[in-house]
């Protein structure tokens, strides 16, 4: 079990740009990939990116890859999530999340343990 906590979440204008951070703690070591979720209001939660701990692999939501960017500090046990050119429809509650085993991590319900989320929301 891992535990995760978010932070950098905030209220900004359309255009800003925002970094989030995920401490990741606990079975860190047995960790395959940790992610980004948004879920918006009256929405499902929508996968935003990962990374893999082990080789650094990065996967993006398609239409998101250029404005997100996705890192991680093994050092630090730390993922980062990079938002430039921020929109209004990207307000949203974005949660870190961890898979504990290899396989998809673009799907939301493959992610094992959840931090309590921050909230994003972008001023028109």
């Known amino acids: 079990q891992v535990q995760l906590v978010e932070s950098g979440g905030g209220l900004v204008q359309a255009g800003s740009s925002v970094r989030l951070s995920c401490a990741v703690s606990?079975?860190?070591?047995?960790?395959?990939?940790t992610g980004w979720i948004r879920q918006a209001p009256g929405k499902e939660r929508e996968f935003v990116a990962a990374?893999?701990?082990?080789?650094?692999?990065?996967y993006y939501k398609n239409n998101m890859k250029g404005r997100f960017t996705i890192s991680r500090d093994s050092a630090k046990n730390t993922v980062y999530l990079q938002m430039n050119s921020l929109k209004p429809e990207d307000t949203a509650v974005y949660y870190c999340a961890a898979r504990q085993s290899f396989g998809v991590v673009d799907d939301p319900k493959y992610y094992d343990s959840w931090g309590q989320g921050t909230q994003v929301t972008i001023s028109s």
């Open positions: 990374v893999t701990w082990s080789s650094g692999r990065t």
């Open positions: 606990g079975r860190t070591s047995s960790t395959y990939a």
